[in-house]
């Protein structure tokens, strides 16, 4: 099903504020690593925002998320207070572990040991 336009710009608005509020808060650096927003969907309601996240160089995935849900109400007051004036009600904040980076890493090490089998057969023929 195809995002709708309001739906669009509320992710839009939420995906901008969250890197802010991300930011201000201290989340963005965490154990040694680094979470990112990845992207913002907003269900056609509008009442619930899933926000992906994602983690570099973080050992413990989990436990990372958790924090991060620990502290929801902290980031959902804070998000509250910038967008008050934009949107009528703010939407529930649903956290997700966005594994993508992970996998690109696997696919790239892939390629790389697929090149070297084939530089191997070309140079022992």
């Known amino acids: 099903m195809m995002e709708g336009k ?18 201000r808060l201290g989340l963005g650096m965490m154990d040694g690593g680094m979470v990112s927003i990845s992207s913002v969907k907003v269900t056609p309601d509008l009442l619930e925002a899933r926000i992906y996240l994602s983690f570099f160089q973080i050992k413990d995935v989990e436990a990372a998320l958790k924090k991060i849900e620990d502290r929801q109400w902290e980031i959902k007051k804070a998000l ?44 022992g023929e």
């Open 6 to 23: 309001r739906q669009k710009q509320v992710a839009g608005l939420l995906y901008e504020e969250f890197n802010e509020i991300f930011q």
């Open 80 to 123: 509250t207070e910038r967008v008050k004036h934009q949107l009528r009600r703010i939407p529930e904040l649903k956290f997700f572990a966005d594994d993508t980076l992970e996998h690109v890493f696997k696919m790239e090490a892939l390629f790389k040991k697929i090149k070297e089998e084939d530089e191997k057969k070309e140079s």
